[in-house]
């Protein structure tokens, strides 16, 4: 038996046919869909490399089954950047040096835009460490991304600031 | 090389340039082996032994195969052939490997069988469903295990026994002693990119995406066990996830490739975070007994460091934990000793500064207690006991700017006014503060690496040496030092690395990868420019001609003379006069045996630390951290620092973190996932700090430069076990320092 | 994972219908099934997706004043709704203490009441567990068991329940709503979980089909809101389940302690309600020497189930810290690390403060 889900994948509709009631989202996205940028880690939501807005919210996409996600709206690593123009929290994470292997980082980069979009952290550098503690770095790049959050956060709200005025 | 004098005024050396590989990194396009997917590939999950020791009776094969989706499953009787025992050693660094050769179960972990099926979620399932029945064996799986012997080397041939001037006498005759016992637990590198290979064969010849720190011995082995050609397999492995020592060639990887010989298909296989725990090593458990003799005044008069480890029973590697006290302090009398034991366990291998990890955080928590009971300053104790020249070798150091590290450091602490008594300092909140130091080394060390260097007549530049990017940011100083080497810009420079068709460039270990593999690149660069230079000198028609005698400078894409810089001309130039497409040079690297010889090379550092413990509930953190570290010359600072934030976060984790629990009834380890076995996180790092003290090194290499990737961890974990000592007065001996030790001092 | 059935109801009842089969597992965030299925400790053959149903994810107020929460409301957005964060404060911090930012935007309170221990040899399907494997034995007695129970164990089984949002829940009396083949019926948290006794495979009181629908907050427990607090101890600063947690929520007139709720996480089977010390605390003055005595009393028949007798001293210790910190007052803002030791020493400050 098949299933047809649609899936709004980085502001593109697409509907897919799964033979499998057991894919992930994650299994979905590298396996069959030809995104690999989101990271499997852990494949159990202990590492965050996973993490990708589902309905603008940032999830583990190793623990969601992807047929239960029917009509659901995913942004992904690859669906971040305008054209040759990087998202204000990309541009940060290179500037601040906030990754090595890079492995976690589409990971840590979905959940910042997560963290940021929640409004909860401010420029309270602890509020942003606690809140980006969900994604682990075992090279051990903590300083330059909360370093990261924190700029791009400013830098956005800003921005925000300028469209408003 | 020629011998015309030139001079490279480099400008990309030295400069905080941002990663090469950013974009790719921030924007999803980097592509890590396991995000290939050639045409037609299947996917391979391995199924692996919950027993420690006996032997696999019987897989559900039938059930297994039976399962929709999947094409095939390997065991033992289907493995294809192998062209070489896989216990073959001929290849440096190699370790036995598990590669379903008989139905023998050596540890927990162990890959039993490998199902290939045509979805990832149907390979999971049918692995699971081999549902194998054991004879299973008592196991031994702790230090304490039976049959300790004294090995013949630890590390990789360091020797296991050392005496150095009279140290009983010394111990005897000291005005204050310390004896003290520390143990460090069993570990695993938890790269957060799991071990995973893409195999495509074309008849015999072999196409992989792989993970590796070591492209040309990966190459080398395994064309050696799959008995084909070594130009016939092509390795890419243009990131790495991490590897931290663990991304040598291990077995499920083979595995990985021969289900795909076995299917005529592609196949990926990758590692569950579980199975990361078992084959592809780790560092081993260590018991070490420091006993520590100091004079009136605190001038050590003898240290003797002995450990004991364990490796498997059926391969040897031993954690050279104790080779951190010949380095380091000043003492006339100096002993190392070691013994092990063989466990059912996978083998242990180079975790992130091996021997000096686990050693320094038993070295420098051992000097502090001696402090203390000398009623020393920790950091005063330290300078006093300073090694003027390396201790038991009497040699010189090529450099060693430690007394600068320790002065800069602690200035930037805030050291002064430390009181020297423990549990003397509390936070507004009531948190006890304590603050702890500790000194950071490791060897600098030189494999050897090529390169090869090309400018083209367009004036551009190409360097190619097969290096690794595991983190460290090989795609970024790599092309400055090439971009240098070549008298270019950096973005005049194409840098090709990460594949096995480029020049060797060694491995990405030992801290060594930028001084070997730099070095190879500094000489192609340099031989290229020779050559060139050697075109323009003795064309009649260029603004060169003749000044053979005073030499030329490349800089810009231009050569010029070294006595007045107004005549020259570019590259691109050179190159159409002499109708050449364009010149090559070549260049390799390797230790220079003279220099090692005369000068002992080591790079240093010093870390302070404060931690915050609780005074009722014993919780620690790691508050602020600060490193100081010389380690010759930088070549992108903004690179270093990260190395050193990366290692210092490992010494933490090393000091309060993490840990396998080994379940000593069964052998399994019952933390093999990210929930329990503790690395920190972001929240437990408010504070790193990375000062880079100037040092040049006139012998170490040609380009001056010593490790950085590993000095880190050293120093760190002890600083903060000094720093738990200071806030609560108790010396905890076992790490990591769990919360029932800290609680219990409230 | 096993292959299963994938069923999508379109409303409670079908839902529970589809349920009866047996070998049906309900699905709603799947943060600890799915993980469960992954490691071969749970095998279900049908999935009922609780995801599509309506109107299981809305937070009301009744008309007596009892918050009413669906089951399907995900932990975050409880969290994060001002009016209920008002209201129930501690319920909050437990919340956003647990997991990651990720997992509580996913997890839904009717999973978050039903996640299963993290004992190892639980989720180790090659040891001995009662839980998972009844009669087989429980190979967590003699192995590293530092973090197990040390409250309501048996011999058979030691494992602990692993929320934190459930340990001020039961504080607070709150009541679960229960949709079952046998229509729905209420029963209150502190019954809703089982101690292990003779049968630790039976978690809860839940029967096969039952759903949980919501969760409720009865209009008093908003009472305690200005003197209620959640403490954690745990092995690093995020992201780890609790060594021990308490929650404390105190009503405090005239300088005396009207009324007092304490319960306890990562000690037992369920979220431990501390009623005797809940006695020992009402009328008396909130200082340091009450709150003692009430911890005294909470752990009065702890006894160890194997290395963890540490955890019995830290679990008063938890309890004095919780009662203290809800006696100093509920802050306006949750602090940055909730629930944390560090909580309020949030600026990493240059020097420490010589006494």
Known sequence: MSYLVTLTINRVPRTVELDDPRVTLLDLLRERLDLPGTKKGCDRGQCGACTILLDGRRVNACLALAISHDGADIL?????????????????????????????????????????????????????????????????????????VLEATRIMADTTQEKAA | MSEIQHMRHGSSIGQPVTRRDGVLKVTGQARYAADNHPSGMLHAVLAVSRIARGRVAFLDIQSARAHPGVVEVMVTANRPALALHPDDKSVPFSFSMDLLQDDRVRYAGQPIAVVIAETLEAATEAAALLAPRYEAEPVEVTLDAAGAFVPESVGVGAPAEMWHGDVEAGLAAAAQRIEATYETPLQFHNAMEPHCVVAAWDGDALSLDLPTQGLALTQMRLAALLGIRMEDLHIRSPFLGGGFGSKLLTGPQVLGILAARLVGWPVKLVLTRAQMYGPVSHRSPTRQTLRLGAAQDGALV?????????????????????????????????????????????????????????????????????????????LDFRLKNYAEVEPVSGKPFSSKALRECYAEGAAHFGWAGRPLAPRRMRDADGLLVGWGVGTATFPAHMFQAEARAVLRRDGSGLMESGTHDMGQGAWTAFAQIAADSLGLGLDRLEFRAGHSDLPNAGIAGGSAHTASAGGAIHAAGGQAIARLAELALADPRSPLFGAGNVGVV????????????????????????????????????????????????????????????????????????????????????????????????????????????????????????????????????????????????????????????????????????????????????????????????? | ?????????????????????????????????????????????????????????????????????????????????????????????????????????????????????????????????????????????????????????????????????????????????????????????????????????????????????????????????????????????????????????????????????????????????????????????????????????????ARPSGDNGFKIELARRIAIRALTLAAAGTPDRLPALPASAFASSSTPRPRGLHV
């Open chain 3, 1 to 301: 994972m096993n292959r299963f059935e994938y069923v999508r109801p379109r409303s409670v009842a079908e839902a529970v219908a589809a349920a009866a089969i047996p070998g049906s597992a309900y699905l709603a965030a799947g943060t600890n099934l799915l993980d469960l299925m992954k490691i071969g400790v749970a095998r279900p053959e049908r999935l009922i997706d609780l995801n599509h149903l309506p109107d299981l994810d809305i937070i009301e107020q009744l008309p007596d004043g009892t918050v009413r929460i669906g089951a399907q409301v995900r932990n975050a957005d409880l969290a994060h709704d001002p009016d209920f964060r008002q209201r129930f404060p501690v319920v909050a911090e437990a919340l956003l203490s647990g997991a990651s930012a990720q997992l509580r935007n996913m997890a839904t309170v009717g999973g978050n009441l039903l996640q299963r221990t993290r004992c190892a040899w639980f989720q180790d399907t090659a040891s001995a567990c009662n839980r998972r494997a009844p009669g087989s034995g429980c190979d967590a007695r003699g192995g590293e068991n530092r973090m197990h129970a040390v409250l309501g164990w048996s011999e058979h089984c030691i494992a602990t329940h692993p929320s934190d949002f459930c340990v001020p829940l039961v504080a607070l009396d709150a009541v679960v709503e229960i949709e079952g083949p046998a229509g729905r019926r209420e029963i209150p948290l502190a019954d809703f979980h089982l101690l292990p006794g003779d049968t630790p495979e039976r978690e809860s009181v839940l029967a096969p089909g039952d759903l949980v629908v919501a969760l409720r907050l009865p209009a008093e427990a908003a009472g305690f809101a200005a003197h209620a607090r959640y403490a954690k101890l745990r092995e690093r600063t995020s992201y780890a389940f609790a060594v021990v947690s308490a929650a404390a929520a105190l009503r405090i007139a005239d300088g005396r302690i009207t009324e007092a709720r304490l319960a306890l996480g990562g000690v037992a089977a369920k979220p431990w309600r501390a009623r005797a010390a809940e006695a020992a605390l009402a009328g008396a003055t909130p200082d340091a020497a009450a709150f003692r005595r009430a911890a005294e009393a909470a752990l009065a028949e």
């Open chain 2, 302 to 378: 003898a240290i003797h460091h002995h450990v004991r480890t364990a490796t498997s029973r059926f391969d040897e590697f031993l954690e050279p934990s104790a080779g951190v006290s010949q380095a380091v302090y000043a003492a006339p009398a100096i002993a190392i000793t070691n013994e092990a034991v063989r466990l059912d366990t996978g083998t242990p291998g180079f975790m992130r500064a091996p021997g000096l990890a686990s050693g320094s955080i038993a070295l420098e928590s051992a000097i502090d207690e001696l402090a203390d009971s000398c009623g020393m300053d920790p």
């Open chain 2, 554 to 746: 490349a800089r810009g894409g231009r050569l010029l003379r070294r006595d007045d810089e107004n005549r020259g001309e570019s590259y691109a130039d050179i190159l159409a006069r002499a109708g050449l497409d364009m010149v090559e040079g070549r260049g390799s690297a390797a230790a220079d045996a003279a220099a090692t010889e005369r000068y002992a090379m080591h790079a240093h550092g010093a870390v302070f630390a404060e931690v915050k413990v609780d005074p009722e509930l014993g919780q620690i953190r790691a508050t602020r951290l600060v490193g100081a570290f010389a380690a010759g010359r930088v070549i992108n600072p903004r690179l270093v620092r990260s190395q050193y934030y990366g290692g210092m976060i490992w010494g933490l984790s090393f000091a309060l973190h993490e840990r396998a629990a080994m379940d000593p009834r069964t052998g399994r380890i019952m933390n093999t996932d990210l929930a329990e076995y503790h690395v920190p996180v972001n929240a437990d790092v408010p504070s790193v700090e990375a000062i880079l003290v100037e040092e040049q090194d006139p012998h170490v290499n040609a380009l001056g430069i010593k490790g950085v990737g590993e000095i880190g961890i050293t120093g760190t974990a002890g600083a903060i076990a000094n720093a738990v000592w200071h806030a609560t007065g108790v010396r905890i001996r076992h790490f990591p320092i769990a919360i029932e030790q800290t609680s219990r001092a409230a």
């Open chain 1, 76 to 148: 992904t690593i690859e669906g971040l950047a305008e054209g040759q123009a990087l998202h204000p929290v990309q541009a940060a994470f290179i500037a601040h040096d906030a990754f090595q292997c890079g492995f976690c980082t589409p990971g840590q980069i979905m959940s910042a835009i997560g963290l940021i979009g929640e409004g909860q952290a401010g420029d309270d550098a602890e509020r942003v460490r606690e809140g980006m503690s969900g994604n682990l770095c075992r090279c051990g790049a903590y300083r330059g991304i909360t370093e990261a």
